[in-house]
């Protein structure tokens, strides 16, 4: 699916504009990683006549990118070879380098540079950024802020504001165009430098962001008609005022609702000398309407504002403020009625044909993707089609034979698009042969040291005392204490403090989950090791009251993912755990964050009071489809956030010497340990979970 | 064994007279409900998030009936002797202790268990002959059964935003209570109690409320629970007080709910964006 959706962008490219990209981009398919063949084809389809043999080396950097990356690579080669052919090349050939040499929002700033540049048919100039990047990362200007920079922090915040589920989104750099909402998304520049200092950039950041949040909470899309009307009767100077007038409502809305965004209009007024701003213009409305802002232009000179434009200000024209009210209406025949109406509205309306486009972008992008085809791809479109049923009925089907099985479906985090992919990994609990085995890895002689050792930690938890005597306070008199006190009165008159007895019972109440990656990499004597591990510890806990389960993962990709029970919660300790351990080999990738998901819920089950999800692993989140690098780390770290909102404690320990890098990100300073040394885990697991539990 | 009557009264009442009115704002009809839960002798189950009002409510209907209260913070460590009481040893003999709960059962106090969830599942059993038609106390260390003052009344309270498989109510305990919910007040209902409480301007109340209300949308998302009104009223002192709202805000309210650092920036731009 993902790559007939990937040709149709290739194919569909001149025709599209940034917001169709946006839609599609997040309703592209598989995340997994493209091969350099597929890549290849998919080159030579956006430029036409290029000799693969002579790209390999950029196509293999390529390769290694994950496939959201690729996929971002393919759309913006697309968007640079309808602008220059010759630099898309060169853009190519420097993709992947520059990717490693910038952080991902200097890199779509870059990329954003050299659209620019193109655009305005400075070609040298492109040519020296394209291939000058390490130039370009030393000279960028640190007081510009790039949106994919803040769009995060803009999106949390205001998602603590507004009821509905808000993105943001880009502008296009090179189209100029002003902030806009559907209703949806927030569509905000790419990048701002306006002040010479990243603080009031932000700002300016923010207040745009409220300004569309303002136009949706005042309802500025009321005005459709009547806009609409006026543009027709006065042309574009009335959409202008329109827009200054409606911007000042907002803000003044802003003002008594959120002070502080006022204060940063103040200073952005200020700093940008934005001169005889009418801020009294709805001075003593309370709550105004668009109604408001349509009386005041009819009563004041109607060029009075014509010319002025806030440096904050959206975009109010009639086929943006439609977008907003399709996103938001159901009802067909009034969208059907919108768009006659912007039909009939003058010279700057839509035409049908454009307004049936933007209409069924939303509710039906595979019509309009078909409009837009050219004739001989609609048979190829249709054969699509036909796959796509063929390959959902196969996906129904499969359905229905897993029902048998122990299979489940979970979500996975796109960290490029910012969602999850829902019902994403298909994890399927298999059963581990606890048919005899040889278990000699579990029956060393130099094994009874360790054991040695783990008895001994644990003991101290068993052996917690139930009662404790000679306390100042407690439940009951501890006599003993009492008549020694009493025969030693005269001794020490202090004893007679002591001489209670404290219920210390021990309310130990602990489920541990131990989730262990079994992945390829651990073959051979690491193997031996988790083994030798897992098996001393599960025999020592079943000593303890603590409940506790074993489950190994690994898979290889999306489809398959992996969980072995090698003990469950409801299971006693016995000589068939101790088989299926010793049956434990190591397997293939590590989808961590399925894995994850699914052993919380496994845990969360558990009746007790500190639940603890203890991962061993040997390094870090990767599987074949590219569920490797930032991808990976992004949803096992939200898997695990998704754990610790469950009151589940993750923990991880691992082999890994480069854990640095992207533990503490994923799961927090204190959450992990590193082993340096694997042969000491047995010992070490004990010491971790007497900490963990006591 | 025959309950024992609890004529003799042993503790001065006016010793836990609540004598000043407390300040309450009531969200909903939960005094209406409280009166009949006390005229029928039915105990009562305050559920609501951590500083809504819950303990300040049973102040307020302490006072407003001229009961003395007997409060009770629960904890991990709270043992049954530690609510029933205990011997303690006197002059080389040992003498009876009454412990809260006993204290109130005899002398027909209101008993607030509060955060009744953190006690342990065992300790809060020993309750649950007093919250039915029986309302009576078993003191096994005396071998007697203590028959509830007629003016006694327990009621407790506990945040189902803990709610977890340990941090539960015993179906059997729940189902003993009418309880009534806390969450919190209305926006226009918590700026008057931060006004009120704090003496800060209206307006500047309503603008911390609002921060309130979006850092509640966070919960699930960052953080664990929310800004609570109590939280926003010792904010409202701060700035009373001639604090700036936003140094107050991030002392007061962002960095008393996260340790996060992400969370504290995104609160502090929330601060930022209402003052």
């Known amino acids: 699916m993902s790559f007939i959706r990937t040709l149709l962008k290739t194919w569909l490219g001149p025709q599209r504009n940034t917001k169709q990209l946006s839609l599609e981009s997040k309703q592209t398919g598989s995340c997994g990683g493209m091969s350099t063949t597929e890549l290849k084809i998919r080159i030579e389809l956006i430029l036409d006549g290029v000799d693969t043999r002579q790209i390999i080396e950029p196509v293999t950097g390529i390769a290694a990118l994950s496939h959201a990356l690729q996929s971002e690579f393919l759309t913006q080669l697309a968007s640079v070879a309808e602008l220059s052919a010759s630099h898309a090349y060169a853009l190519l050939l420097t993709y992947a380098p520059a990717l490693n040499a910038m952080s991902t929002s200097e890199h779509s700033y870059w990329l954003e540079t050299i659209k620019q540049a193109l655009s305005e048919q400075k070609f040298e100039h492109a040519e020296i950024l394209i291939n000058g990047y390490g130039d370009f990362v030393s000279n960028l200007d640190k007081t510009t802020v790039q949106l994919s920079e803040v769009a995060e922090l803009l999106e949390k915040l205001i998602s603590t504001i507004s009821q509905d589920t808000l993105t943001i989104g880009h502008l296009d750099i090179s189209s100029k165009q002003q902030a806009y909402t559907d209703g949806k998304q927030l569509y905000l520049p790419a990048s701002i430098s306006s002040f010479d200092n990243y603080a009031d950039n932000f700002s300016l950041y923010k207040v745009i962001t409220f300004q569309l949040l303002g136009q949706l909470q005042c309802e500025s899309l009321l005005a459709i008609k009547p806009l609409q009307s006026g543009i027709a009767d006065h042309g574009n100077d009335f959409l202008q005022q329109f827009s200054f007038i409606e911007t000042v409502r907002i803000n003044h809305y802003l003002k008594y609702t959120f002070p502080g965004v006022w204060r940063k209009i103040v200073d952005i007024h200020k700093k940008l000398a934005v001169e005889n701003y009418p801020e009294s213009l709805f001075e003593g409305d309370e709550k105004t309407t668009v109604f408001n802002t349509l009386a005041i232009m009819e009563q004041s000179d109607f060029a009075s504002f014509s010319s002025d434009s806030l440096p904050y200000q959206g975009d109010f024209s009639p086929e943006k403020l439609i977008l907003n009210q399709v996103e938001n209406s159901e009802n067909q025949s009034v969208l059907m009625n919108l768009m006659n109406n912007n039909i009939d509205a003058g010279e700057d309306a839509l035409t049908e044909d454009k307004l049936a486009d933007r209409i069924s972008i939303k509710h039906n992008a595979n019509a309009e993707a078909l409009a837009n085809l050219p004739d001989k791809h609609q048979d190829i479109w249709e054969q699509l089609n036909e796959t796509v049923a063929q390959h959902q009925q196969e996906a129904e089907k499969r359905r229905e034979e897993e029902s048998n099985k122990r299979v489940y479906y979970y979500p996975e985090w796109d960290t490029s698009l910012n969602q999850y992919r829902q019902d994403w990994c298909r994890v399927e609990e298999i059963a581990i042969s606890d048919n005899e085995n040889a278990t000699h890895a579990l029956d060393k002689t130099d094994l009874r040291f360790s054991e040695y050792k783990i008895k001994k930690t644990l003991d101290m938890i068993i052996n917690t005392q139930r009662f404790i005597r000679y306390q100042s306070d407690g439940d009951e008199i501890d006599i003993d204490a009492w008549v020694e006190a009493k025969s030693n009165k005269t001794k020490h008159a202090d004893d007679f403090q002591n001489v209670y007895v404290r219920n210390n019972k021990n309310s130990r109440s602990v489920a541990i989950m131990f989730a262990v990656d079994i992945s390829g990499s651990t073959a051979g004597w690491k193997n031996e090791i988790i083994q030798q591990s897992t098996w001393l510890l599960s025999r020592t806990l079943s000593k303890l009251d603590d409940q506790f389960a074993i489950y190994a993962f690994s898979g290889s990709g999306r489809e398959q993912c992996d969980i072995y029970p090698v003990k469950e919660f409801k299971e006693k300790y016995s000589p068939t755990i101790k088989q299926r351990i010793a049956n434990l080999s190591a397997k293939q990738y590590t989808r961590m964050g399925a894995a994850i998901r699914h052993l919380s819920k496994i845990l969360n089950q558990a009746e007790a009071k500190t639940k603890i999800l203890f991962v061993l692993t040997d390094g870090r989140p990767d599987d074949i489809d590219s569920y490797r690098g930032h991808y990976g780390v992004e949803d096992t770290r939200r898997a695990f956030n998704e754990a610790k909102a469950l009151y589940l404690n993750p923990f991880v320990l691992t082999f890994d010497q480069a854990c640095i890098d992207y533990l503490p990100h994923m799961l927090g300073k204190n959450r992990y340990r590193l082993i340096s040394d694997i042969a000491m885990l047995p010992v070490q697991i004990s010491t971790i979970y007497k900490q963990l539990t006591t | ?275």
Not at chain 2, 2 to 17: G, H, L, S, V
Not at chain 2, 36 to 55: D, F, H, M, R, S
Not at chain 2, 93 to 111: E, F, K, M, Y
Not at chain 2, 213 to 238: D, I
């Open chain 2, 1 to 275: 064994m025959k309950p024992m009557n609890t004529d003799n009264k042993t503790i001065n009442n006016a010793e836990y007279f609540i004598e000043k009115e407390p300040y309450y704002q009531p969200s909903s009809n939960e005094i209406e409900i409280f009166n009949t839960a006390l005229a029928e002798n039915i105990p009562v189950l305050l559920k609501g998030p951590t500083g809504c009002g819950k303990t300040r409510f049973m102040e307020y209907m302490s006072w407003y009936h001229k009961r003395p209260l007997i409060a009770v913070s629960c904890h991990d460590d709270l043992t049954t002797s530690d609510l029933v009481g205990r011997y303690l040893i006197k002059d080389s003999s040992t003498v009876w202790q009454d412990g809260p709960l006993t204290t109130a059962v005899r002398n027909g106090c209101i008993c607030y268990l509060d955060e009744i969830v953190e006690a342990r599942k065992d300790t809060t059993v020993v309750i649950h002959p007093l919250c039915d038609d029986r309302r009576i106390l078993p003191l096994e260390k005396l071998g007697q059964l203590l028959k509830a003052s007629p003016d006694f009344c327990l009621t407790m309270s506990y945040n189902p935003g803990y709610q977890s498989a340990v941090k539960d109510l015993k179906p059997s305990t729940r189902q003993r209570f009418i309880s009534i919910d806390f969450s919190y007040p209305a926006e226009d209902i918590e700026s008057v109690i931060v006004h009120e409480e704090s003496k800060l301007d209206l307006k500047q109340c309503e603008l911390l409320v609002k921060l309130a209300n979006m850092t509640r949308n966070l919960v699930g998302n960052g953080l664990e629970e929310g800004a609570s009104t109590r939280l926003l009223v010792h904010t409202a002192k701060l700035i009373y007080r001639g604090f700036e709202p936003n140094m107050a805000c991030k002392c007061g309210i962002a960095d008393a709910i996260t340790d996060d650092d992400d969370t504290k920036t995104l609160l502090h731009e929330m601060i930022d964006t209402v003052f």
